[in-house]
T-cell receptor
Framework: GNSVTQMEGPVTLSEEAFLTINCTYT??????LFWYVQYPGEGLQLLLK?????DKGSNKGFEATYRKETTSFHLEKGSVQVSDSAVYFC??????????FGQGTELSVKP | GAGVSQSPSNKVTEKGKDVELRCDPI?????LYWYRQSLGQGLEFLIY????????KSGLPSDRFSAERTGGSVSTLTIQRTQQEDSAVYLC?????????????FGPGTRLTVL
């Protein structure tokens, strides 16, 4: 079946450090891939997405590339800020737009 | 414009009672989804509606759960005879269409606590 696996958290970084959160997926067909973010006390919001192989999604300095050959969609940011502290969810969408989420990775950025 | 709204924001109920959770999607969005976020299970799909088509109920965990969408807009998720394991945050999302490329916009959720 379809599934998403994320690296476990929590991840703790110092401000301006480089961030990578790994995400791999298993899917039949050609899913779209998403990163959603949940800031403390707020709802889920889309961070970025990619709808086909080799697409790169980007937003707010975050990037992720849809790699079909490695079934991955790793999230990266070159220099994190305290305000990036949140829980990040990788997800895939297939039939009917239903989202399958990874377990979430909590990121804490220290000044 | 207005986003997805949900009510109530918090609901505390006793085991065995029925509860109703409401979702107002973004105007013009034809697809509406319900998810559940719990510590043990993470974020899981429950049910979705697209236009006038029959809903996809494949994620509902038991027959105590049901949902309806009236007039292609507002949706209500009903949990009958609540159990403690139903305690979770119930999230509603809507999107323009139900294709795999559409972005889903999430509401703030309803936190359900079953005592």
């Amino acid at each position: 079946g379809n599934s998403v696996t994320q690296m476990e958290g929590p991840v703790t970084l110092s401000e301006e450090a480089f961030l990578t959160i790994n995400c791999t997926y298993t899917a039949t067909g050609y899913p779209s891939l998403f990163w959603y973010v949940q800031y403390p006390g707020e709802g889920l919001q889309l961070l970025l997405k990619a709808t086909k192989a080799d697409d790169k999604g980007s937003n707010k300095g975050f990037e992720a590339t849809y790699r079909k050959e490695t079934t991955s969609f790793h999230l990266e940011k070159g220099s994190v800020q305290v305000s990036d502290s949140a829980v990040y969810f990788c997800a895939l969408s297939y039939q009917g737009g239903k989202l399958i989420f990874g377990q979430g990775t909590e990121l804490s950025v220290k000044p | 414009g207005a986003g997805v709204s949900q009510s109530p924001s918090n609901k505390v109920t006793e085991k065995g009672k029925d509860v109703e959770l409401r979702c107002d999607p973004i105007s013009g969005h034809t697809a509406l989804y319900w998810y559940r976020q719990s510590l043990g299970q993470g974020l899981e799909f429950l049910i979705y509606f697209q236009g006038n088509s029959a809903p996809d109920k494949s994620g509902l965990p038991s027959d105590r759960f049901s949902a309806e969408r009236t007039g292609g807009s507002v949706s209500t998720l009903t949990i009958q005879r609540t159990q403690q394991e139903d305690s979770a945050v119930y999230l509603c999302a809507s999107s323009l269409e139900d294709t795999r490329t559409d972005t889903q916009y999430f509401g703030p959720g309803t936190r359900l606590t079953v005592l």
